[in-house]
């Protein structure tokens, strides 16, 4: 059964910094992309980050370049995310997620979710 | 940058077909992927790779792509079906979009 934990959320101030984790079992991680998505109150879900099996590629939504790096350690089964300079705006539920196994040129999408882990930006 | 747009709402009454469209630039190069998400919960994947139906999703739940569009269709829609559904899918760089999502009201 495939399981996915995040966990590192919380309340941070405007411009301070969280590191998010996901703790994935039940995968061969190493395996598969993975991404992060966020979901702001009362909003759509939004892309925010997707890292190769190996870590070699990396992407990032324009709303978060610059400011947040995802990472992946295979040997722990274990996502990360290093959000620096926090605003109001990336207040979410952020979730990881395993993606399908596609041609890259395909586009690899989420199947399996956790269940989130809350962001807070406020003073 | 690159968007995904879906309707934001949709109205059937129980039993009829309920049809979603996405639609994108990209869509003909790239899968497109359908999500359920019920308040409070976590989404869940119904349709992946344009058109497979993961196990234990429902056979009443199928998806469609033709050019710039893809449609997720639900058959005999149930008042259980009744959700948020949003279409994901990929830029010509990776870069993964979602569409705005859409409100399907089953009543």
């Known amino acids: 059964e495939v399981q996915l934990l995040e966990s590192g959320g919380g309340l941070v101030q405007p411009g301070g910094s969280l590191r998010l984790s996901c703790a994935a079992s039940g995968i061969t991680f190493s395996s598969y992309v993975m991404s992060w998505v966020r979901q702001a109150p009362g909003k759509g879900l939004e892309w925010v980050s997707s890292?190769?099996?190996?870590?070699?590629?990396?992407y990032y939504a324009d709303s978060v370049k610059g400011r947040f790096t995802i990472s992946r350690d295979n040997s722990r089964n274990t996502l990360y995310l290093q959000m620096n300079s926090l605003r109001a705006e990336d207040t979410a539920v952020y979730y990881c997620?395993?993606?399908?196994?596609?041609?890259?040129?395909?586009?690899?999408?989420?199947?399996?979710w956790g269940q989130g882990t809350l962001v807070t930006v406020s003073s | 940058s690159y968007e995904l747009t879906q309707p934001p709402s949709v109205s059937v009454s129980p039993g009829q077909t309920a049809r979603i469209t996405c639609s994108g630039d990209?869509?003909?190069?790239?899968?497109a992927y359908w999500y359920q998400q019920k308040s409070g919960q976590a989404p869940v994947l119904v349709i992946y790779?344009?058109?497979k139906r993961p196990s234990g999703i429902p056979e009443r739940f199928s998806g469609s792509s033709s050019g710039t569009m893809a449609t997720l269709t639900i058959s005999g829609a149930q008042v259980e079906d009744e959700a948020d559904y949003y279409c994901y899918s990929t830029d010509s760089s990776g870069n993964g979009v979602f569409g705005g999502g859409t409100k399907l009201t089953v009543l």
């Open positions: 990209a869509l003909p190069k790239k899968y």
């Open positions: 997620a395993k993606c399908v196994v596609v041609p890259a040129a395909k586009a690899p999408g989420p199947d399996y």
């Open positions: 890292i190769s099996g190996s870590g070699g590629s990396t």
């Open positions: 790779e344009d058109t």
